[in-house]
């Protein structure tokens, strides 16, 4: 059993970075992805965003799993301000004037184009919704001592996910009513969920694999859950 602050002296391994990668370019693809909008039942309308987002929480699961939760913290962090920066270049880039025979800048603009408001509250939900996933995550291995990992998976994506969906849910479509708003949120957490029990059986396989690989499985005791420590790896 190794503990975190012991895991955290080894760096930074180029799995671990592959990781953390994988999970940025999924957080900015959801912010394209979203503009589609589709619907399962009358009653289900999603984002394309829901394909990829919940990859980022089972990668989340992974590196919370393996290198614990101060390396989550990195990642989740980098990911923010990854994020914010691709917001703000698409702001500035909408600011350039378009060529006079160049016909693409409405559909530029409808597609980079979101509103501050849901540019504002998805940066903060994601930021609270990750974080929370991996707290959870964490201190559910240290309570089950590293067994039951499909079940903490689940149960930690269950709270990060109904946190990310309470908070950018309600700042976006706060004129629609309390009704559309709840609707909205039930739907987008089951598929999320419904998405990573399907995949669990790969996930387990990762981590299981990524713990033999790495040679660690950490533990995060007497380590701080400040999230905004992100220097402490």
């Known amino acids: 059993m190794t503990e975190n602050n012991t895991a955290g002296q080894r760096g930074l391994s180029p799995t671990f970075l592959w990781m953390a990668v994988l999970f940025v370019v999924c957080l900015i693809a959801s912010n394209l992805f979203a503009v589609k909008i589709f619907q399962l039942w009358d009653w289900c309308v999603l984002p394309g965003a829901v394909i990829i987002f919940p990859i980022s929480y089972i990668l989340n699961d992974c590196i919370s799993e393996v290198y614990g939760y101060r390396k989550a913290r990195l990642v989740i962090w980098t990911g923010f ?67 039951r990992f499909g079940l903490r998976a689940i149960v930690s994506s269950v709270a990060g996910e109904l946190a990310d969906s309470m908070i950018f849910i309600p700042i976006v479509f706060w004129n629609t009513g309390i009704k559309t708003i709840l609707t909205m949120m039930a739907c987008q957490v089951s598929v999320k969920i419904i998405y990573e029990i399907i995949v669990l059986p790969l996930t387990s396989y990762i981590v299981k694999k990524v713990k033999a690989k790495e040679g660690i499985d950490t533990y995060d005791i007497g380590i701080s859950y400040n999230p905004f420590r992100i220097k402490d790896i």
Do not use: C, T
């Open 81 to 147: 301000a990854m994020n914010f920066f691709f917001v703000l270049a698409a702001q500035l880039v909408m600011l350039l004037p378009g060529a006079s025979f160049w016909d693409g800048d409405a559909a530029f603009r409808y597609v980079f184009g979101a509103a501050p408001r849901a540019a504002i509250a998805s940066l903060l939900a994601f930021l609270a919704g990750s974080n929370i996933n991996a707290l959870v995550m964490s201190k559910m291995k240290i309570a089950d001592q590293g067994r």
